[in-house]
């Protein structure tokens, strides 16, 4: 039996840790070889201390297919261009006021729902309160959060409630008129080609085949530092919510003493290794870790 076990083990274990372990040393994740050649040469800016960004991807609502290769994208860029060092968890213990400031950032990636809730274990509400609470005092505090494509499902307004998360990030997803095979073309905001995180861009448009997300309140365009957007004209046509034509696509803001970014992008697997795309997250992320100091608001 012992042998046996000693045999089945390993085999149980590496399943289970596709594509990622945790916190440890991996092997290549999902889609690796797609995600190497087009990763950033280099970081934005040299990080003035070692960054721990912990990349956190619990759902309790919808699971993007679309997770295991952005983790693996987002661990392999940190660790080429020495930004920072993924710590890759879903460990609600590192939400803990003993645990969380371990970290100089923190990702939400693809997350949705409460992703602090545990169905059915005694004290999960409170808990997930206490968390959230932890995370505002961690941003509020002066260090960096992070959210990706449905980190705006994430924690949304109800029952007359807003939660502080969401007018952190900045808004709630209300659909996608876009769904992942819709052929839509993002923007530079206007006035904004030169802002340090989107200047590889050069004023162009990115067109591809992406989600695009509609958000409702509070999200307010106005409020954060507007970088990327969807272009109306030349996306395909869909049946919109929103007569403001108002659909931003990724900012950056400042939260209390800390730092904030979002990119609705991170739909589709192609995302994680569209070389532009790529550099908009590694230069949001090094904004919102406090090492690369762009204009925002
Ligand atoms: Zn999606």
């Given at each position: 039996m012992k042998n046996k076990l000693a045999l089945i083990l390993p085999l149980a274990l590496a399943a289970a840790v596709v594509p990622l372990a945790v916190g440890q040393k991996r092997g290549p994740g999902k889609n690796a070889d797609k995600i190497a050649p087009s990763l950033p040469e280099k970081a934005f800016a040299k990080p003035k201390q070692k960054r721990k960004l912990l990349v956190f991807s619990r759902t309790t609502g919808f699971r993007h297919g679309s997770i295991p290769t952005g983790l693996t994208a987002v661990a392999m860029m940190g660790e080429k261009t020495g930004a920072f060092e993924a710590v890759i968890s879903d460990d609600l213990a590192n939400f803990e006021s003993d645990k969380i400031n371990q970290f100089d950032g923190i990702l939400f990636l693809n997350t949705t729902g409460d992703p602090f809730l545990e169905k059915g274990k005694p004290g999960t509400q409170e808990r997930s309160q206490r968390l959230q609470k932890n995370l505002q005092d961690f941003v509020k505090g002066g260090k960096g959060f992070a959210g990706f494509h449905s980190a705006t499902d994430t924690l949304k307004p109800g029952g007359g409630h807003t939660p502080e998360y969401s007018k952190m990030i900045n808004g709630a997803f209300d659909g996608h008129p876009w769904g992942g095979g819709s052929s839509v073309s993002i923007a530079v905001e206007k006035g904004q080609e030169k802002h340090p995180i989107v200047a590889h861009l050069d004023g162009k448009n990115m067109d591809f085949k992406e989600e695009i997300y509609q958000l409702r309140d509070?999200?307010?365009?106005?409020a954060v530092h507007m970088l990327l957007r969807l272009d109306l004209d030349r996306s395909e046509k869909k049946n919109l919510k929103r007569t403001d034509r108002d659909y931003g696509v990724a900012w950056v803001r400042k939260w209390g003493d800390g730092r904030v970014f979002y990119c609705s992008l991170g739909h589709n697997d192609a995302m994680y290794w569209h070389p532009d795309v790529l550099k908009v997250y590694l230069g949001g992320i090094q904004y919102a870790l406090g090492d690369f100091d762009v204009p925002s608001k």
């Amino acid at each position: 039996m012992k042998n046996k076990l000693a045999l089945i083990l390993p085999l149980a274990l590496a399943a289970a840790v596709v594509p990622l372990a945790v916190g440890q040393k991996r092997g290549p994740g999902k889609n690796a070889d797609k995600i190497a050649p087009s990763l950033p040469e280099k970081a934005f800016a040299k990080p003035k201390q070692k960054r721990k960004l912990l990349v956190f991807s619990r759902t309790t609502g919808f699971r993007h297919g679309s997770i295991p290769t952005g983790l693996t994208a987002v661990a392999m860029m940190g660790e080429k261009t020495g930004a920072f060092e993924a710590v890759i968890s879903d460990d609600l213990a590192n939400f803990e006021s003993d645990k969380i400031n371990q970290f100089d950032g923190i990702l939400f990636l693809n997350t949705t729902g409460d992703p602090f809730l545990e169905k059915g274990k005694p004290g999960t509400q409170e808990r997930s309160q206490r968390l959230q609470k932890n995370l505002q005092d961690f941003v509020k505090g002066g260090k960096g959060f992070a959210g990706f494509h449905s980190a705006t499902d994430t924690l949304k307004p109800g029952g007359g409630h807003t939660p502080e998360y969401s007018k952190m990030i900045n808004g709630a997803f209300d659909g996608h008129p876009w769904g992942g095979g819709s052929s839509v073309s993002i923007a530079v905001e206007k006035g904004q080609e030169k802002h340090p995180i989107v200047a590889h861009l050069d004023g162009k448009n990115m067109d591809f085949k992406e989600e695009i997300y509609q958000l409702r309140d509070p999200y307010d365009s106005k409020a954060v530092h507007m970088l990327l957007r969807l272009d109306l004209d030349r996306s395909e046509k869909k049946n919109l919510k929103r007569t403001d034509r108002d659909y931003g696509v990724a900012w950056v803001r400042k939260w209390g003493d800390g730092r904030v970014f979002y990119c609705s992008l991170g739909h589709n697997d192609a995302m994680y290794w569209h070389p532009d795309v790529l550099k908009v997250y590694l230069g949001g992320i090094q904004y919102a870790l406090g090492d690369f100091d762009v204009p925002s608001k």
